[in-house]
């Protein structure tokens, strides 16, 4: 069993109310952070800790908050974002449907440290019931002298809000959260200037995912060197993946980074193997955006070393041979499964949530899809394998924010590990139809179900 | 003008404008629009967008460019219970085209459409953060996962049964 610092108390009955958290020590960090330390003694646990951003990008969340504009008399805010969106990602959902109240405390020591005195929530419109779950647990806390005015009798005030977005994945995106927030489309913003000067309201804003704030409990609680101790390398602390396709068991689950990747797919305290006695096809180890591996560079990198759970070794290889640990959202794909196909959900996906700002994602993320269907449809060329080559070239790094990066590269990787299943449905285009390319030469070389 | 708000939505209204701070009240428009299509039957006319405009005292074009932006308002009418269906990645590989094209069998419509009763319409719709519980669909509020043929002929049904006794 590896280390749990988030959902340690996740099982135990009616932890979602405040009464039961509080039994079980909740709310003790946040007393002891807003009593006994400074702001600046916070901020600094939080750099120590070495806590990277859970939402995807990995920045160090402590040097996030050290950025934060403080000019006088203009109020700060601090915002969570709870716009889960990313396919394969719903570790959020849980945190907030079962732990609400850390996410709370974590919110509150959060507020307390970055001055924002009115913070909000923002989540995705679609996760309703948690949205209701979060306010009652707010009123909860309001009721018990942990928000409202004058918290703990330090002078601090804190509201938190909950703010149901409207399904649009672009709002993950912390510029376009933060129009959103003011009511408008989910545009993102051209940086500089960056949140932490001008955010939202032009007010100096943080905005961070929703387990990076609930690993702030932990990190005051037992100290950001302490926290730091556990993991590896510059990957410290726990993360929360959310696995999920052709495994036997689906689910979130936290990890301490030093678990190899073959392990949490087979060990029965994780995913428990792949589903119905098939092979291994291929992973996306970090949400839908990321590179897809197939299950010979999985499980080992390009060196032949074994691969972890952290942010180093799965990037191990570059985008060569490597992927990334993104939002965590990992989707197993078994021999079954057609890599044409999958890519094409995804392309579909992405022209869908393309904000339509920028005309190489825009336009690009429709061609992507156009050529795909008509590959997985039995009517490509093979050139049409290199025209999508060359779209998703010109995609990439030529847009305002990483959605066009995040369209591109789903693309890239099928291509670069699967260009002959590609090539397979393009000159099989009757067989193409009614049969699957299979596993030829991607199955995982370590376990063969017999 | 047939749309307006109860008291009860009023008192809703004053409460999701006042998270935010004096003259910032645009900020409510996404939860105000929820709220107005919920309180409408399900879907936003225009004539609701320019009562909302109204209410936050923005202009009507403001009101639009949201509404037609965010994947869940509807902009036409929809039936009393819509089916979701999420058909991305991770839900595709856990077999949510068979579950999609059960659900058109069942109900005898196309996505997009809804049964010439106005009970049901069919959506497709991109991830909506279920994949562990794939595959899954969204209905009003709530979520129904790990679907199955049988999963989605009870859930027909239960709506069917809702329907009868509220008439």
């Given amino acids: ?450 | 003008m047939s749309l307006q708000f109860n008291n009860e939505q009023m008192t809703e209204l004053k409460r999701l404008v006042s998270r935010y701070p004096e003259g910032k009240q645009k900020s409510a428009l996404l939860p105000v629009l929820h709220l107005a299509q919920d309180s409408f039957g399900g879907w936003l006319p225009t004539e609701a967008m320019d009562y909302v405009a109204g209410l936050l005292s923005i202009e009507p074009i403001e009101v639009y460019e949201v509404a037609t932006f965010y994947s869940m308002y509807n902009l036409k009418p929809v039936g009393k219970f819509v089916f979701e269906v999420c058909q991305t990645g991770p839900c595709m590989i856990s077999g949510s085209d068979n579950i999609i094209a059960y659900i058109q069998k069942q109900l005898g419509i196309q996505p997009g459409e809804t049964t010439k009763d106005g009970v049901f319409t069919l959506k497709l719709v991109e991830c909506l953060g279920a994949c562990g519980y794939a595959p899954m669909m969204q209905v009003g509020k709530v979520y129904r996962e790990h679907l199955t043929k049988e999963k989605v002929d009870a859930i027909i049904a239960e709506y069917r049964m809702q329907v009868i006794a509220q008439n």
């Fill in chain 1, 1 to 450: 069993m590896g280390v749990k610092l988030l959902l340690e108390k996740a099982n135990v009955p009616g932890i979602r109310s405040y009464d039961v958290y509080r039994r079980e020590g909740g709310y003790t960090t946040a007393e002891k952070a807003l009593k006994e330390m400074s702001i600046e003694a916070i901020v600094e646990e939080v750099k120590k800790s070495g806590l990277r951003g859970r939402g995807g990008a990995g920045f160090p969340a402590g040097m996030k908050w050290s950025f934060i504009a403080k000019p006088e008399g203009l109020p700060r805010h601090l915002v969570c974002n709870a716009d889960e969106s990313e396919p394969g990602t719903f570790k959020d959902r849980y945190l907030m449907e079962f732990l609400p109240h850390l996410l709370i405390e974590g919110l509150l020591i959060s507020s307390f440290a970055l001055g924002s005195n009115d913070t909000y929530i923002y989540i995705r419109g679609e996760y309703a019931w948690v949205a209701t779950i979060l306010e009652e647990a707010i009123a909860e806390a309001t009721k018990n002298g942990f928000l409202g005015k004058n918290i703990l009798g330090t002078g601090f005030d804190c509201r938190i809000h909950v703010h149901r977005g409207a399904g649009a994945y672009i709002c993950g995106e912390e510029t376009a959260l933060i129009e959103s927030l003011e009511g408008k489309r989910g545009n993102p913003r051209i940086k500089p200037p960056f949140p932490a000067i001008q955010g939202v309201w032009m007010r100096p804003t943080v905005v961070n995912n929703v387990e990076t704030l609930a690993a702030i409990v932990p990190i005051i609680k037992m100290g950001g060197e302490e926290y730091a101790k556990i993991g590896v390398g510059r990957s410290t602390g726990t993360k929360l993946i959310s696995a999920c396709g052709n495994i036997n068991k689906p689910g979130v689950y936290e990890i301490d980074m030093t678990i190899s990747v073959e392990d949490f797919i087979y060990s029965d305290e994780y995913c428990g193997g792949i589903a119905n006695g098939k092979k291994l096809k291929a992973c996306i180890p970090g949400g839908s955006s990321v590179p897809i591996l197939p299950a010979n560079l999985l499980l080992k990198t390009a060196k032949g070393e074994t691969r972890y759970m952290n942010y180093e070794s799965l990037s191990d290889g570059g985008f060569a041979t490597g992927s990334m640990m993104g939002s965590g959202g990992f989707i197993v794909l078994d021999e079954d499964q057609c890599i044409v196909k999958n890519t094409l959900t995804l392309a579909r996906f992405y022209r869908h949530e393309s904000c339509g700002q920028c005309s190489p994602c825009r336009e690009g993320t429709g061609w992507m899809e156009k050529i795909i269907q008509k590959i997985e449809l039995g009517k490509g060329e093979i050139s049409d394998i290199d025209l999508l080559w060359d779209i998703q070239r010109k995609i990439e790094g030529n847009t305002i924010c990483p959605l066009g990066d995040a369209a591109a590269w789903p693309v890239a990787a099928a291509i670069r590990h699967f260009r002959d299943e590609f090539e397979w449905h393009i000159t099989n285009r009757e067989l193409s139809q009614t049969s699957n390319f299979g596993l030829q030469h991607y199955a995982d070389p370590i376990h063969v179900p017999a």
